[in-house]
C-alpha cells in the first residue's frame, strides 16, 4: 500500500488495515440500526473485499459493497446514501421503513395513533387467554354471571362509546383473539377443499418397478390450490379515529404468522405495512407503526390511495383468490368519481371487495355520500363493523371466498 | 475460469451487444471473487435475463436456463428416471438376476439430466440461470438453497454426485412473490432499473444496425416520456427495440416529421387497450414535442 507516492512500512501498513476494519465494522452496525440484515459471511466478505483492493476507490467500493450487503430494493436505494453519510461524511436524508406514494417520510410528529393504541394494549400475553376467563378472574367472588354479561355489553357496545381503558384493552384483546380463529377456520376450510384426487400414472409406474410393474402401490396426486389471500386497506383518518385502534388489532391477528395477507393504511396517502404488522408482539407492532404518519383532522383520499394501490402493489398482493378488505366510512375528500373508476380497476382484479363501514351500525346512517355511493357497484359485502359481535359475524362471508 | 478485470469486463459485455452499467460490471467481478450467486431484480421487461446471457459471452460459458414457474419440482429441476425405458428392460430382462437387474436398471443410462444437475455435472463452469424464481413455491426456493450452498445433490439409487464445476449462478425475480431472507442474503444484489436516456440510446445503437445516433436518442426519450404516462403495462427495453426496429423499416429519420408514423406503432410499445386507448394522438403530439 502507498501513500503519497511513499510506500508504507509495515507497521504503517498494519495500522492502517486495522483502522480500515475497525471503520468497516462501525458502517456494518450503522447498516444493521438502518435495519439491514448483515451476517457474518457477509462481514467477512466486506473484509476481503477491502483487502483486496477496493478500498482504494470509494465508487468502486460502494458499489461492490452495495451488491454484497444489500438484499432488497427498498434497502438498495437507501445503500447509496448511507455509504455518503458514512464514508464520505454527506448529509443523509432520514426516510422511514414503509413506502408510500407520496414519498417515504414518514412524520414523525404525527403518532397519535399508534401511541395512544399502543398504550391501550399493554395488557401482554392477553391474546392467549380466552376473554371469558379473563373476566371471571376479574370478577372474583361476584361470579360467573357478572362476567359473562359483560363481556356481553362489551360485545355489543360500539367502539366509539367505550371509554374505560380497561374495555378498550379487552376489546382490543378480544378483536385480536377473534381474528385468530378466523384465520385458523379459514385456513382449514381451504385445505378440507383440497381433497379433489388423481391417480398419477407416472409415480405409481416409477413406484411399482419392484413389483415388475405390476400397479400395487398406487400413488396419488392431490390438487394444489392457491390459498386464500386477504388484502386489508384501513383508513386511518380522523373520521376513523375512534375505530382505528380495534382495528389495527384485528388486522394484527389475522396477519400475525399468516402468509397469504397484506395491509396497508391510507388516509391522504398510501402506506404499506405488513411488515410492520407481522410482527409477533401487538404493543412492537403498533410501535412500529409509529412510522406510519396519522394526520391530524386530515380529509382522507380514498381514491387516490386506491389509485397508488392499483398502480404500485396490485399487481404483486393480487391473485385470483384474493379478497380485498377495505375498512373505511367512505368519507371522501377528493373526487368520487375517480372513486368509482379505482374501484372498477380493483374489481376487475380480485375476487371479491368486502367494504368494512362502521357507520353501518348506527341508527339512521345510510350510505348517501357522494364516495360510498359511487364505490359500492363494485363492493360484493357492505357491512357494519362497529362492534366485536359485528366482526364476528362477518366470518361466514369471508370463508365463502 | 480467471478472474477478469473490470475493463475487460465491461469491453466484452459491450461486445456482446450488453450496455451495462457501471454497477453490474463490479457485481459480476464480485459473483467469481466471493463464489455468490447474483439475484437481478427489477420490473418485468428490464433486461434481466439478457444479463445472464451477456454474462455468458463474457466468460464464453455454456448458459443453462431453468424456468421457473408453480409446482415446478425437483424431478423436473434437478433429474428423471426414464421410466418407460426402465420398464422395457424389466420387461426384457425376465427371468435374470433380480438385483443385476435393479443395478442395471437404475444406471446413469436411465438417468434423464434437468438443468440443475446438468450444471454442475458440466466439464467446465456454465452460466446457470434460474428464471422468475418468485415464481416457483417456497419449498422448492428451500431445495434451491441448499443446493447452492453444497453444490451436490444425493441421488438414492445412485448415491451423491459432487459439482464437477461450479456455475455461474444467476437468479432473477420479478417480485411476485417476497424471496425469503436466506435466499437473499446468500446472493448478491442487483436492482434492475428502467435504463436512463443515454444508455437505453446506447442499446439502441448497439442492437438495431440501421438506427442512427440522432434517431436512437430521440426514441430513448420518447420511450422515456411514455413510461412517465399513467399505463398498466410499462414498456421494457425489449419493446423499445421493437419499436426502433419498426420506425427504421418504415424509413423514419425524425419522429418530429412523421407524427401519424410515430403514433400508429406505438403498439410496439403499448400492450393492453387502456393503454392504447390513453396514449391518443394529441398524447402524442404532446409527448412528441417535448422530446423533440
Redesign the interface.
Known amino acids: 500500500m502507498t501513500c503519497c507516492g511513499t510506500p508504507l512500512t509495515p507497521d504503517e501498513s498494519d495500522h492502517v488495515n486495522r483502522l480500515l476494519a475497525e471503520r468497516l465494522a462501525a458502517f456494518l452496525a450503522t447498516l444493521r440500526d438502518n435495519a439491514f440484515?448483515i451476517?457474518l459471511?457477509?462481514a467477512q466478505?466486506a473484509a476481503?473485499?477491502m483487502a483486496?483492493g477496493f478500498s482504494s476507490a470509494p465508487?468502486?467500493l460502494r458499489?461492490?459493497l452495495?451488491?454484497?450487503l444489500?438484499?432488497?430494493?427498498e434497502?438498495?436505494?437507501r445503500f447509496d446514501g448511507l455509504f455518503d453519510a458514512f464514508w464520505l461524511g454527506k448529509r443523509v436524508k432520514r426516510r422511514s421503513l414503509v413506502s408510500s406514494s407520496a414519498g417515504p417520510e414518514a412524520n414523525p410528529a404525527m403518532k397519535s395513533l399508534a401511541d395512544r393504541a399502543a398504550s391501550t394494549s399493554q395488557a401482554g400475553g392477553a391474546d392467549q387467554v380466552p376473554a371469558v376467563s379473563e373476566t371471571e378472574a376479574e370478577g372474583g367472588a361476584t361470579g360467573r354471571m357478572e362476567g359473562a354479561s359483560a363481556i356481553e355489553t362489551l360485545d355489543r357496545t360500539d367502539f366509539r362509546k367505550l371509554s374505560d381503558p380497561d374495555d378498550i384493552a379487552r376489546a382490543h384483546a378480544i378483536a385480536a383473539r377473534l381474528a385468530r380463529v378466523m384465520r385458523t377456520r379459514l385456513t382449514r376450510r381451504d385445505e378440507m377443499r383440497a381433497k379433489g384426487r388423481r391417480l398419477d400414472l407416472?409415480g405409481t409406474?416409477?413406484a411399482n418397478?419392484?413389483h415388475?410393474?405390476a400397479p400395487i402401490d398406487l400413488v396419488w396426486r392431490r390438487r394444489?390450490t392457491k390459498p386464500l389471500r386477504l388484502v386489508v386497506l384501513l383508513d386511518a383518518s380522523a373520521s376513523m379515529q375512534a375505530y382505528t385502534g380495534v382495528f389495527l388489532r384485528f388486522i394484527h391477528g389475522m396477519l400475525d404468522e399468516f402468509r397469504e395477507a397484506e395491509a396497508f393504511l391510507f388516509d391522504t396517502r398510501l402506506a404499506h405495512v405488513s411488515s410492520a404488522m407481522r410482527e409477533r408482539d401487538p404493543a412492537r407492532a403498533l410501535d412500529r407503526l409509529g412510522l406510519m404518519a396519522r394526520g391530524a383532522g386530515g380529509g382522507t383520499r380514498i381514491a387516490e390511495s386506491l389509485g397508488a394501490f392499483n398502480?404500485w402493489h396490485a399487481?404483486?398482493v393480487i391473485h385470483s383468490r384474493t379478497c380485498v378488505m377495505i375498512v373505511s366510512d367512505g368519507y371522501e375528500t377528493g373526487d368520487a368519481a375517480a372513486l368509482g373508476q379505482e374501484m372498477a380497476a380493483l374489481a376487475r382484479r380480485c375476487r371479491r371487495i368486502v367494504w368494512l363501514n362502521p357507520m353501518l351500525g348506527w341508527d339512521g346512517y345510510e350510505p348517501r355520500a357522494a364516495g360510498i355511493r359511487a364505490a359500492l357497484p363494485y363492493v360484493q359485502l357492505h357491512a357494519p363493523a362497529h362492534t366485536l359481535a359485528s366482526l364476528a359475524d362477518l366470518e361466514p362471508y369471508l370463508a365463502r371466498l | 475460469m480467471t478472474p477478469l478485470s473490470?475493463s475487460d469486463i465491461a469491453s466484452r459485455l459491450v461486445a456482446a451487444g450488453y450496455i451495462p452499467d457501471?454497477?453490474l460490471t463490479?457485481?459480476i467481478?464480485?459473483m467469481r471473487?466471493?463464489d455468490?450467486p447474483?439475484?437481478l431484480?427489477g420490473e418485468a421487461g428490464v433486461g434481466k435475463t439478457s444479463v445472464a446471457t451477456a454474462l455468458a459471452e463474457v466468460h464464453g460459458a455454456k448458459l443453462i436456463r431453468l424456468q421457473c414457474y408453480?409446482?415446478l419440482d425437483q424431478a423436473a429441476a434437478l433429474y428423471e428416471?426414464n421410466?418407460q425405458r426402465?420398464?422395457l428392460a424389466?420387461?426384457a430382462g425376465?427371468g435374470r438376476d433380480a438385483d443385476a437387474l435393479?443395478d442395471d436398471?437404475f444406471s446413469e443410462k436411465y438417468l434423464l439430466e434437468r438443468p440443475l444437475l446438468k450444471a454442475i455435472r458440466m466439464p467446465s463452469p456454465p452460466v446457470l440461470l434460474i428464471d422468475e424464481i418468485d415464481r416457483a413455491d417456497e419449498e422448492f426456493e428451500a431445495f434451491l438453497l441448499e443446493l447452492l450452498s453444497d453444490y451436490q445433490v444425493t441421488i438414492p439409487e445412485l448415491g451423491t454426485i459432487r459439482a464437477t464445476s461450479i456455475p455461474l449462478v444467476v437468479l432473477t425475480s420479478n417480485?411476485?412473490r417476497e424471496l425469503s431472507?436466506a435466499l437473499?442474503?446468500r446472493?448478491?444484489?442487483?436492482?434492475v432499473d428502467y435504463p436512463d436516456v443515454d444508455r437505453e440510446a446506447r442499446i439502441i445503437l448497439a442492437r438495431v444496425n440501421s438506427a442512427g445516433a440522432s434517431l436512437a436518442l430521440a426514441i430513448a426519450r420518447m420511450v422515456e416520456a411514455i413510461r412517465k404516462e399513467?399505463l398498466r403495462k410499462v414498456p421494457g427495453v425489449a419493446e423499445t427495440l421493437d419499436w426502433a426496429v419498426a420506425l427504421t423499416g418504415l424509413g423514419v429519420e425524425t419522429l418530429g416529421d412523421n407524427p401519424e408514423i410515430v403514433h400508429e406503432t406505438l403498439m410496439c410499445l403499448l400492450k393492453t387497450r387502456e393503454d392504447r386507448s390513453r396514449i391518443t394522438a394529441e398524447v402524442t403530439t404532446r409527448l412528441l414535442g417535448r422530446v423533440a
Open positions: 440484515a451476517g459471511k457477509e466478505d476481503l473485499l483486496n465508487a468502486q458499489s461492490a452495495k451488491h454484497l444489500t438484499s432488497k430494493r434497502e438498495w436505494q407416472r409406474i416409477h418397478i419392484s415388475g410393474g394444489k398502480r399487481s404483486r | 473490470r457501471t454497477d463490479t457485481a467481478q464480485l471473487m466471493l455468490r447474483l439475484l431484480e408453480e409446482g428416471w421410466y426402465q420398464l424389466i420387461e425376465r435393479a436398471v417480485g411476485t431472507d437473499r442474503r446472493c448478491l444484489y442487483h436492482y399513467d
